[in-house]
């Protein structure tokens, strides 16, 4: 059995309770959903997990994303989270019980290498997912220090990819605008045409000097 045959049965198994998968999807701060529109929305997320490594999801709520991805991509993953949520963190851990030491009760904000490492966790991983708040627009100072945390996580020539769910498309392209232009464009990205939900990623390069024919990728969040 295949690292993801192993975690798609776990998965399977999960889901074959309808009480206990509404309670999970519920828990992963998603109300009114069943399984079949949960995943839909976010399975294309797997798509930018391109090669084997080590995934970090901001705001892991109960763990179910990282559960899913385990069993969605096609790449071994080593799955870590953080939460400021301390129940939702006891959740993802029972979720998760063989990467319970994976998961710790921080914010973004405190992710700093200091801090990870007195967690026990490493100070940057290959993928950083970051599902993007519905009413942060990066219109205050502390909005773009969020993501230049986020983007201090990635390993160079690893990807920081965020996810879009605001049922409001012309919001998501306002966020995605404002994006491109402090990061640049994006290296990949995608979600159906015409709605909220997205799913951008930016590759950071090392931060070595580049000869302007070079092509681009994200060094440093302040770029203008």
């Not at 071994?76 to 129940?87: H, I």
């Not at 769910?165 to 290296?187: E, V």
Request: charged residues 25%.
């Amino acid at each position: 059995m295949t690292h993801a045959e192993h975690h798609a049965a776990q998965l399977r198994q999960l889901m074959d309770d309808p009480r206990r998968a509404r309670e999970l999807i519920e828990g992963s701060c998603v109300l009114g959903a069943d399984f079949t529109a949960w995943e839909s929305m976010r399975r294309p997320l797997a798509y930018a997990l391109d090669r084997p490594g080590t995934l970090l999801d901001v705001g892991c709520a109960n763990g179910l994303l990282l559960r899913c991805l385990l069993a969605w991509s096609v790449h071994p993953l080593v799955p870590y989270g953080v939460d400021v949520n301390e129940d939702a963190v006891r959740a993802a851990r029972a979720l998760l019980p063989e990467y319970a030491t994976h998961v710790a009760a921080l914010s973004l904000a405190a992710c700093t290498p200091e801090e990870l490492t007195r967690r026990g966790l490493p100070t940057s991983f290959d993928f950083v997912t970051w599902s993007v708040w519905d009413d942060l627009d990066f219109s205050q100072d502390w909005h773009a220090a969020y993501l230049e945390r986020a983007l201090a996580l990635v390993t160079p020539g690893g990807r920081l990819i965020l996810a879009f769910y605001d049922p409001d498309a012309r919001a998501t392209q306002s966020k995605l605008a404002w994006l491109t232009r402090r990061l640049g464009d994006p290296d990949g990205q995608i979600g159906p045409a015409g709605q909220g939900t997205r799913f951008a990623w930016w590759v950071k390069e090392p931060q070595t000097p580049r000869a302007p024919s070079t092509p681009r990728g994200v060094t440093d969040a302040r770029r203008a």
